[in-house]
């Protein structure tokens, strides 16, 4: 089981830690300036049809890490329509180059246009280069809803990828905490 709590040491994260929960990782918030507009040559975007099966067992999630990957997936791909009361737009793209393939989904912050977050899973194991192409045609497609600042949340294994993608850390969030309930 794998949680986050409001507050590692308030009262959340004391009560998952008096359950037996330990800290699985830490959580980096991080943003970058769209300035490039340009889709890199050799990346294609492609949409990203409702059907599509979710990509967590031959995908890693690089950034995006508000919540677990197949909730974050689900609500990229599959919005409730109820539930979009902080994103003004949405755009979920596959990003296909050199064979291979890439998703990733926008929101638009709905109090201030001209920021935006992105979600990314790239395929196991990840390849920088081709990594720092998809942030880059990422970059371009936020630039189309008018976003300016992209913003997203990261695990600590993938922070050194997504600087080299004009990515900077801003802050530290709350960590994630798990727990094994097989036992």
């Not at 709590?5 to 800290?23: H, N």
């Not at 769209?34 to 067992?57: A, C, M, R």
């Not at 291979?100 to 395929?123: E, I, M, R, V």
């Amino acid at each position: 089981m794998l949680v986050q709590p409001q507050e590692y040491e308030g009262p959340s994260g004391l009560t998952y830690r008096s359950c037996s929960f330990e800290k699985a990782f830490d959580v980096y918030h991080m943003e970058t300036s769209i300035n490039d507009t340009e889709i890199p040559s050799g990346v294609q975007l492609v949409s990203i049809p409702h059907i599509q099966e979710p990509p967590i067992k031959t995908h890693a999630m690089i950034c995006g890490w508000s919540n677990i990957s197949a909730k974050i997936w689900y609500d990229g791909i599959n919005p409730d329509l109820e539930l979009l009361y902080d994103s003004y737009h949405q755009l979920a793209l596959s990003a296909l180059i050199n064979k291979s393939k890439y998703f990733f989904h926008l929101n638009q912050n709905f109090f201030d246009h001209s920021t935006g977050t992105l979600c990314l899973w790239a395929p196991i194991p990840l390849n920088e280069k081709k990594l720092r192409g998809i942030l880059q045609a990422s970059k371009t497609s936020a630039s189309w809803l008018g976003i300016k600042t992209l913003t997203t949340m990261a695990i600590e294994r993938y922070i050194s990828a997504l600087e080299k993608g004009g990515f900077t850390i801003k802050s530290k969030g709350e960590p994630f905490l798990t727990k094994n309930i097989n036992q």
